[in-house]
């Protein structure tokens, strides 16, 4: 797989986007949703996060999105309108290639480029270590877990939270 390439994702993405998706909802822990999402609400969300002036890339290899992350809204109400929350997903046959971590660092310069000044990385199943590991290369400390919060696959899961500040994070007043 050659380096990928970092960009703006598009509209055109959503079928990539959907079936990355859709395959860490199926069959894996990182996410706490339980029915992967159809393309049109896929559709929704990105329409939405770019709507608020939210970054989302894409990850592109060999022609094809092997990747995605966006930084969305932390919590709603307005005092929180600063700190995103970052989500990272790969496809299934580009895993520990590097291409979370080109996402994630991209995803911290974009953030910053648009004025937020705190990023939270809240990690489904607080066994996922490859996850807590890249938050940490990256900056990220932990601020917290959270036992048995999530059921899925028959089993309770707990999150972990991580914080890191972008930019001047809270030292100064926001712009």
Known sequence: MDKPRIRPATPADIPAVTAIYGHAVANGTASFEIEPPDAAEMTRRMEKLFASGHPYLAAESEGAVVGYAYA?????????????????????????????????????????????????????????????????DAGFRMVGTLEGVGYKFDRWLGTVMMQRPLGDGSKTRPG
């Open 72 to 136: 969305g809204p932390y919590r709603l109400r307005p005092a929180y309108r600063f700190t995103v929350e970052d989500s990272i997903y790969v496809a299934p046959d580009a895993v520990r290639s590097g291409i979370g971590r080109a996402l994630l660092f991209h995803l911290i310069v974009e953030s910053e480029r648009r004025g937020f000044r705190q990023m939270v990385a809240v990690i489904g199943d607080s066994g996922h270590i490859p996850s807590i590991e890249l938050h940490r």
